[in-house]
């Protein structure tokens, strides 16, 4: 069965630490999507890619996370630096999305579970 | 302005009961795109059914059953004959064209199947 995978499955760190979830997309997927899940917001996008290129990131904050696709199997999210209010499960997901054919299914990793102390 | 509106907070029922989730969304693209996810108690988020905008037929896949109706933009989902195992959150989800096929989740439901 493909799946998406991520890592870590949890993460305890301190304030101030950086923190890196990975996320493996299922193969010939081009779009990925980093969404995080708090119980005051539920689902936020984050961010996403198509075809490795980061297309929006405008529900991040800019001077503490980045997101990025270093090669088609993996995409990254970086807590630099992380903070209390960054405790969240962290979703990756992918899917294979084309101009005039739209969207097909889209899969969710198991996510990270962050607690930042 | 909420895109996807899943009304219902929680649902509690019996087992063998139905339930019926609902799911309005708003969009003014003609092309769009539906989801169903269940996230169980574990946490992951397991996808359940895409429709297309353009396909207006219900769909059943053995318990579970989709209505789809774009005249009240609804997109409802029942099990039929709950079991303790479909206790879990379920959303709805929107995805547009207008919107570069982003999804955009409902707040989701909470169902809870007693024994």
């Known amino acids: 069965d493909a799946r998406v995978t991520q890592t870590p499955r949890h993460k305890v760190t301190e304030m101030g630490q950086e923190v890196t979830m990975r996320c493996q997309p299922i193969l010939g997927h081009n779009t990925v999507f980093w969404y995080r899940q708090t119980m005051m917001q539920g689902l936020e996008l984050l961010a996403y890619?198509?075809?490795?290129?980061?297309?929006?990131d405008s529900g991040m904050p800019k001077d503490r996370f980045s997101a990025e696709m270093p090669d088609a199997t993996l995409a990254t999210l970086k807590i630099q630096p992380s903070e209390p209010r960054d405790s969240a499960v962290y979703f990756c997901?992918?899917?294979?999305?084309?101009?005039?054919?739209?969207?097909?299914?889209?899969?969710f990793g198991e996510g990270s579970r962050l607690t930042v102390l | 302005a909420q895109k996807v509106t899943q009304a219902q907070t929680e649902i509690s029922v019996v087992e063998k009961e139905d339930v019926t989730l609902d799911c309005v969304y708003e969009t003014r693209d003609t092309t769009y795109y539906l989801f169903w996810y269940k996230q169980p108690p574990s946490g992951e988020l397991v996808f359940l059914i895409r429709?297309?905008?353009?396909?207006?037929q219900n769909e059943i896949s053995g318990r579970y059953s989709w209505n789809f109706q774009k005249s009240t933009s609804s997109f409802n989902f029942t099990i039929t004959a709950s079991q303790v195992v479909d206790s879990a959150v379920y959303f709805c989800?929107?995805?547009?064209?207008?919107?570069?096929?982003?999804?955009?989740f409902g707040a989701g439901t909470t169902v809870t199947v007693r024994a």
């Open positions: 989800a929107l995805s547009e064209v207008s919107n570069d096929y982003k999804l955009s």
């Open positions: 890619f198509r075809n490795r290129a980061p297309l929006d």
């Open positions: 429709r297309n905008s353009f396909d207006e």
């Open positions: 997901a992918s899917g294979l999305v084309l101009a005039g054919v739209g969207t097909g299914e889209l899969f």
